[in-house]
Structure formats: C-alpha cells, structure tokens
C-alpha cells in the first residue's frame, strides 16, 4: 500500500524535516552556480530578444519567454522553472535550454504566480493556461513542432501536473515534488498552505498516471528525499508499463543535475530527444 509519508518521518523533529527539503543548505555553493545560470540566462535574453515577454494571462507573471527555432516544425522544449513554487523567475532559467537549441529545437519559458499570492491550485491552473496559449499562439512565433513539457524541482512537479494537457506529446521531469505530504510539514508550507484537497488532487503520486512518455531524472548526489520522490513516481509509472527513463545523474546535485540539460549533448538533452523517437 502507497504510503505518503517516508518511514523516518512521524519520529523526526520539525528541524531535521525542513532539512529534508532544503536543497540551498545542502549545497553550499548554490548561490554562486544560480549567479552564474542567471547571467548566462540574461546573455541569451540579450541575444535573442525578439520573443520575450509575452503575455497568456493577466498576472504580471503570466508571461512566455520563446527561442523559435529556424524551423517552425521543430519539436519545442517547454522548461518550468523551479523555487519550491515560491520563488524564482523564467528569466534566469532560460540558459537551461540551451542544449535543446543546439539540436535545432526551439524552446519556451512560462512564468506563473509564485506563492502565496497564489495557491498551487492556481499556479497549476496557470501552467494550463500557458499551454493553452501557446497551442493557439505559438505558430504565429514560429512555433508548431512537438512540445517537450520539463521542469526542474517544483518545475518537476509542474511537468507531472501539466502531462494531460493536448499540446505535450511527452515529459522530462527533474528532480521534481510528487507527493506534497511531506511538504505541507516543512518550513515550505509557510507560504503555500497545503490543503487536504490539495494534496490529494495535485500530487502525482495519488493520481492515475497520464500515459505519455515521460523520463524521470534526479541527481545521485541530491538530498535522499529528492531521490525518493523521483524513484516512486517513475515505479509507478513503470507498473503501469508505461514509457519513460529514471535517470539518476552520476554525481549530480539539486543545482548541478541541470547541466545534463544545458550542455549540448548532455545526458537530459539527449533524453529529452529519445522520447520523440
């Protein structure tokens, strides 16, 4: 029987619980590798500003960043950024596409509402919308192609939560949230709170999975609750028979398992590819 909660948990104090999910105190370099993403995010902003900031919403969040490929039949990446869905911005994410531009597809940023100006119900309802939009919209930007949905933390939980949309032919969810118990019992809850219906309705783990292809990736040296979540979600999938990679990244953690994604021929950008073949 599916058990939303990890053997340790009932026993721990809320201290060693926070530390269950806090990825910046568990690398203690992360402040410099998200400086570094950022700036190489502005660079690309920089050079390619012909398709920013576009809206799908009313939210001043509710924004699409696209990098049209020369081909408007190119399949397309959709990257969701993470920050527990409560921080961050698809400005300093874009970087993370960059392997996906070089294999000549385009690539397409939302942005949505972070919490607690918005309830997760309503940022998932936003990543809806923002498919919505660029189903109708993205030909006149050039782009038509197959969308790749990913995500990255709760971006990961946003690639799960946005499957069933028509626009996603398949999935690549890093190192995401698939079942938000533990969550509304850390320090994160401060900000979202969770409730019941929500956790029953938007973690992926209790809901019956979509049957698109999906690959589930999440770095070897991530916090064990990371590669927890990661590891159960993808065996339920996969006891459904369903397609899609775990792809532990050797040596990888929250903030590093992203280069597998930027670098041209990385381990993600590949997989992102054969899950079109």
């Not at 919403?57 to 990257?79: K, Q, Y």
């Not at 979202?192 to 219906?197: P, T």
Request: with cysteine.
């Amino acid at each position: 029987m599916y058990q939303p909660l990890p053997d340790f948990w009932n026993e721990a104090d809320q201290a060693t619980r926070d530390d269950a999910y806090n990825n910046n105190k568990a690398v203690p370099d992360c402040q410099a590798l998200m400086a570094k993403r950022n700036e190489a995010s502005a660079a690309l902003r920089a050079a390619r500003p012909d398709h920013l900031d576009l809206p799908y919403g009313e939210g001043e969040s509710n924004r699409w960043d696209l990098f049209p490929a020369s081909e408007p039949g190119a399949p397309c990446l959709v990257f969701i950024h993470g920050g527990y869905w409560q921080r961050n911005r698809r400005h300093d994410f874009g970087a993370l596409t960059e392997g996906a531009l070089a294999m000549g597809w385009s690539t397409a940023l939302p942005g949505y509402t972070l919490a607690p100006e918005a309830t997760l119900t309503g940022i998932v309802n936003e990543i809806h919308r923002a498919l919505d939009w660029l189903a109708a919209e993205g030909p006149r930007h050039g782009i038509a192609g197959k969308v790749v949905l990913s995500g990255w933390s709760a971006g990961g939980h946003l690639t799960a939560m946005g499957m069933s949309h028509p626009l996603v032919t398949a999935g690549l969810a890093i190192s995401g949230i698939y079942e938000l118990a533990p969550i509304r019992d850390t320090y994160l809850d401060e900000k979202l709170r969770l409730s019941e219906d929500e956790l029953a309705a938007l973690s992926p783990l209790r809901l019956a999975p979509v049957t698109k292809p999906v690959a589930v990736a999440y770095g070897s040296a991530e916090l064990p609750e990371l590669r927890r979540q990661s590891r159960h979600w993808h065996g339920q999938r996969a006891e459904a028979h369903l397609r899609g990679p775990l792809i532990p990244v050797a040596g990888a953690n929250h903030f590093t398992v992203v280069d597998a994604l930027s670098q041209p021929g990385g381990e993600l950008a590949r997989a992102a590819a054969d899950l079109l073949l």
